[in-house]
């Protein structure tokens, strides 16, 4: 079973960047899909970004044009690059694995990270 550690949340002002991780506790190669999701205060959990082990990535129409993810197979990481932030933006980073090769197929495994923090000050 993978394992999910986000890091890199903190405190910024508007306008400002940050960029998260992802790092996964095998090889990212063998997971169908990572998507990074955020979660504001008295919200619901919304899709902010994903990225395919093909390398087909989707983001939220709300971040589009300043948020980039990408990925590292060398390190078994995701990031998420955080551009022009906005103090709407604030909220609980999370990401998820879909699915995981099994050498006979994929198998749904729905992990997730303990989530980090961004905080966007105005």
């Known amino acids: 079973q993978v394992q999910l550690v986000e890091s890199g949340g903190g405190l910024v002002q508007a306008g400002g960047s940050l960029q998260l991780s992802c790092a996964a506790s095998?090889?990212?190669?063998?997971?169908?899909?990572i998507t990074w999701y955020r979660q504001a205060p008295g919200s619901q959990r919304d899709l902010v970004a994903a990225i395919t082990s093909g390398g087909n990535t989707n983001y939220a129409d709300s971040v589009k044009g300043r948020f980039t993810i990408s990925r590292d197979n060398s390190k078994n990481t995701v990031y998420l690059e955080m551009d022009s932030l906005k103090p709407e933006d604030t909220a609980v980073y999370y990401c998820?694995?879909?699915?995981?090769?099994?050498?006979?197929?994929?198998?749904?495994?729905?992990?997730w990270g303990q989530g980090t923090l961004v905080t966007v000050s105005s």
């Open positions: 998820n694995a879909d699915r995981l090769w099994m050498g006979w197929g994929y198998k749904y495994v729905d992990v």
């Open positions: 095998g090889s990212i190669l063998n997971i169908n899909a």
